[in-house]
Antibody, heavy 121, light 111 residues
Framework: QVQLVQSGSELKKPGASVKVSCKAS????????MNWVRQAPGQGLEWMGW????????TYAQGFTGRFVFSLDTSVSTAYVQISSLKAEDTAIYYC??????????????WGQGTLVTVSS | QLVLTQSPSASASLGASVKLTCALS???????IAWHQQQPERGPRYLMK???????SKGDGIPDRFSGSSSGAERYLTISSLQSEDEADYYC?????????FGGGTKLTVL
């Protein structure tokens, strides 16, 4: 069965970096892209962008350029998001979600369990 | 630019039915959307995709109590025979020229 398993919670100081992983299993990793979604405390879901697992080409949403980098290690079917120069407002749960395409719709048909990143001094 | 509008809250009694709405902004009345459920303290789960003609396809293991429909620029999620575990946040999601979009979510309370 399809599974997306994310790395564990992180506690970081402002200015540090963090790398969250999302390991996929149960399907051909290169056959589906990977989305990243952020959920700040008590807030809704916010799309951060996605990465094409065939080409490695990332697309970033507005507000997630510069400090956010999506990457892949296809040898272990894993996607990553690295966040640098962390700020308190980066405190959130970060989710990966598989990208399933139907026509013009990219919809998220499987989700990781989420990774809590806390930024605090 | 696509905007998805959802009511912030809804409530219905145990065993009853409820219909949640996702309204697509002007110019997007033919777009398909997806519905996702987020139970308290849990990650989101994909429920279904709903097309503009009302056809829908559900994710793995989604009960028959969940169904989707459409009318014009609105997409609906109907939950029948409400159970306590249906108390959750429900988000609609769509795609607009390479950009993912979420609605603000509807918090469903089961009375």
């Amino acid at each position: 069965q399809v599974q997306l398993v994310q790395s564990g919670s992180e506690l970081k100081k402002p200015g540090a970096s963090v790398k969250v992983s999302c390991k996929a299993s149960g399907y051909g990793f290169n056959s589906f892209g990977m989305n990243w979604v952020r959920q700040a405390p008590g807030q809704g879901l916010e799309w951060m962008g996605w990465i094409n697992t065939n080409t490695g080409n990332p697309t970033y949403a507005q507000g997630f350029t510069g400090r956010f980098v999506f990457s892949l290690d296809t040898s272990v079917s894993t996607a990553y998001v690295q966040i640098s120069s962390l700020k308190a407002e980066d405190t959130a749960i970060y989710y990966c979600a598989r990208a399933r395409w139907l026509g013009n719709l990219n919809y998220f048909d499987y989700w990781g369990q989420g990774t809590l990143v806390t930024v605090s001094s | 630019q696509l905007v998805l509008t959802q009511s912030p809250s809804a409530s219905a009694s145990l065993g009853a039915s409820v219909k949640l709405t996702c309204a697509l902004s002007s110019g997007h009345s033919s777009d398909a959307i997806a519905w996702h459920q987020q139970q308290p303290e849990r990650g989101p789960r994909y429920l279904m995709k709903v097309n503009s003609d009302g056809s829908h396809s559900k994710g793995d293991g989604i009960p028959d109590r969940f169904s989707g429909s459409s009318s014009g620029a609105e997409r609906y999620l109907t939950i029948s025979s409400l159970q306590s575990e249906d108390e959750a946040d429900y988000y609609c999601q769509a795609w607009d020229t390479g950009i993912g979009v979420f609605g603000g979510g509807t918090k469903l309370t089961v009375l």
